[in-house]
Structure formats: structure tokens, C-alpha cells
T-cell receptor
């Protein structure tokens, strides 16, 4: 296994609510990236955190936000949930940000928005 | 044009056969390339990195053609356990302005039949 953990494993929310997802990176990894995977699609990059700061962002609205803590664990927060936010949310840890580093994925959190 | 394009399949292949997948990518500045494997309702797992010189890992061979922006994966002597979705993944050049994250294709679904 990769050593990347995520919680919770499953979550059901209603439209308009807020959600926080958590990720613990692999030991020694200082970079966490978050991805959204809708059914039948490949994962889409949300953002990346490096040394507690956002280091890059994909095409997601500001209601998707995050944090990284001194121990390199990370949170993904989504406000004002919409039905289309239903997806598998994956975090991936890696070492460094030069590009090309292998990213190791956690098991994901399945979010269902009703 | 989509950033990473793959034939979604499914590819139905008898056990023991050889199967090949291809993908194309649009960003000529892309820096690194990977194949990930994803089992149903699981996270993506790194299968192998892809290099211009070609690389082999047991029954798996990957090849990159930068001029044609084309990546391939060959699986020889396929096993039932090879049944999965294979994701072609590209890591764009790190621009210095922030990470771009991994760019995934939609995946190719492979079914190995006994």
C-alpha cells in the first residue's frame, strides 16, 4: 500500500452544505495534490499544497479550498455543495514540486450530494 | 482537442493474449509520462513510468514517442488479474508559476476472459 490515508471513506451531503475531507500523506512526502474523479472519467486536478501553501490550481471554483498542516497532512473543503460535486475525491502525496515526481494515491473519499 | 486521449474500450481479450493500448497528448511541453492502473472503485496505482527509450517491467512494456505525442502500453501473456482500467497520465512542465497537476486520460477498460 502507498501509506496515504483519507477520511472519511464515504459521505452523503445535501445541496448547499459544506464538507471537509482529510488526507495524511506518505511518510517523508511534503506535497499533497487533490483530484476529483467523476464516474467514468479520469481524475481532474483540483490543487496542490507544498509546505503549507497552495502551489497550483486546476479549473475549479473558489468554493473548493484547502489547507496543509505542518505535518504535511491536508484538508479539502467544499462549500455550497452542488449535485455535480458527487464524485470520488483522491489525494496524492509526493516529494517535491519540480514536476515529474511520482504521485501516490490514497483510497479516496466517495461523496454523494443529494 | 482533449489533453490526453485514450480509446475507452472495453477491450475483451482472452487470457494469454497480447494487448496494446495507446494514448495521445496535446501539450508538447509535457515533462513526464506514466501509466496508472485503476481497479473498480479503487484508487489509481502507478503501473510504470514511460521513457522515450522505452521501458519494460516483466510482461509490461511502455513506449513514448515525443515527436508524435504518443504513448503506448503493451501487455504480454495477459492474466485474469490484469483486468482493470488503464489510465494514461501526463505531467505538464512545471512552469514556475505553480504545479499543473497530473493530467489523466479517461482510461481504457480491459477485460481478460478465461
Amino acid at each position: 500500500e502507498t501509506g496515504v490515508t483519507q477520511s472519511p471513506t464515504h459521505l452523503i451531503k445535501t445541496r448547499g452544505q459544506q464538507v471537509t475531507l482529510r488526507c495524511s500523506s506518505q511518510s517523508g512526502h511534503n506535497t499533497v495534490s487533490w483530484y476529483q474523479q467523476a464516474l467514468g472519467q479520469g481524475p481532474q486536478f483540483i490543487f496542490q499544497y507544498y509546505r503549507e501553501e497552495e502551489n497550483g490550481r486546476g479549473n475549479f471554483p473558489p468554493r473548493f479550498s484547502g489547507l496543509q498542516f505542518p505535518n504535511y497532512s491536508s484538508e479539502l473543503n467544499v462549500n455550497a455543495l452542488e449535485l455535480d460535486d458527487s464524485a470520488l475525491y483522491l489525494c496524492a502525496s509526493s516529494l517535491g514540486t519540480r514536476g515529474g515526481e511520482t504521485q501516490y494515491f490514497g483510497p479516496g473519499t466517495r461523496l454523494l450530494v443529494l | 482537442r482533449k489533453e490526453v486521449e485514450q480509446d475507452p474500450g472495453p477491450f475483451n481479450v482472452p487470457e494469454g493474449a497480447t494487448v496494446a493500448f495507446n494514448c495521445t497528448y496535446s501539450n508538447s511541453a509535457s515533462q513526464s509520462f506514466f501509466w496508472y492502473r485503476q481497479d473498480c472503485r479503487k484508487e489509481p496505482k502507478l503501473l510504470m513510468s514511460v521513457y522515450s527509450s522505452g521501458n519494460e517491467d516483466g510482461r509490461f512494456t511502455a513506449q513514448l514517442n515525443r515527436a508524435s505525442q504518443y504513448i503506448s502500453l503493451l501487455i504480454r501473456d495477459s492474466k485474469l488479474s490484469d483486468s482493470a482500467t488503464y489510465l494514461c497520465v501526463v505531467n505538464p512542465r512545471y512552469s514556475g508559476g505553480g504545479a499543473d497537476g497530473l493530467t489523466f486520460g479517461k482510461g481504457t477498460h480491459l477485460i481478460i476472459q478465461p
